[in-house]
């Protein structure tokens, strides 16, 4: 990586955190709600996201091993957020889904991030909220 396109991720990833720093600020902490850590919150999304998940395809969503992605589950299915149930094309496999407290919260969440970013999102004109939405996903794509 050359030094001015390094500059520029520096830069990038500065200003992403800027960003996230204010969504958290203005749509309410993380920490509202059950206490988790942060790769108990990522399960969460991650199941709310694509479920039902078996546990591996969960961990590689997570980008993490197994037995990690266990124990985030382990205590989010004590926290009564998930459940692990069967799969209905193998009865010896298990998945694990959302419950619905698990859904309200992930839905409640998503709504205050929204309701955050939405002010600054308006802002915007249609070209620049397409170009932006064409540009992160590249981003992302470039991330897998």
């Known amino acids: 990586m050359s030094p001015s396109a390094r500059k520029d991720t520096e830069q990038l990833l500065d200003r992403f955190g800027v960003l996230f720093r204010e969504m958290t600020r203005i749509g309410g902490t993380a920490d509202e709600g059950p206490l988790l850590t942060p790769r108990q919150r990522l399960a969460l999304v991650e199941v709310g996201e694509a479920q039902p998940l078996r546990l591996n395809a969960l961990a590689t969503r997570m980008g993490t091993s197994a037995p990690t992605a266990s124990r985030a589950v382990d205590v989010l299915v004590e926290q009564g957020l998930v459940a692990r149930v069967p799969d209905s094309d193998d009865r010896r496999a298990l998945q694990i889904e959302l419950t619905d407290a698990g859904a309200a919260l992930v839905a409640d969440r998503k709504a205050r991030a929204v309701a955050a ?9 249609r070209d620049e909220r ?4 064409e540009l992160l996903a590249r981003l992302a794509a470039a991330l897998h």
Do not use: G
């Open 117 to 125: 970013l939405e002010p600054a999102v308006a802002s915007l004109s």
């Open 130 to 133: 397409d170009r932006l939405d």
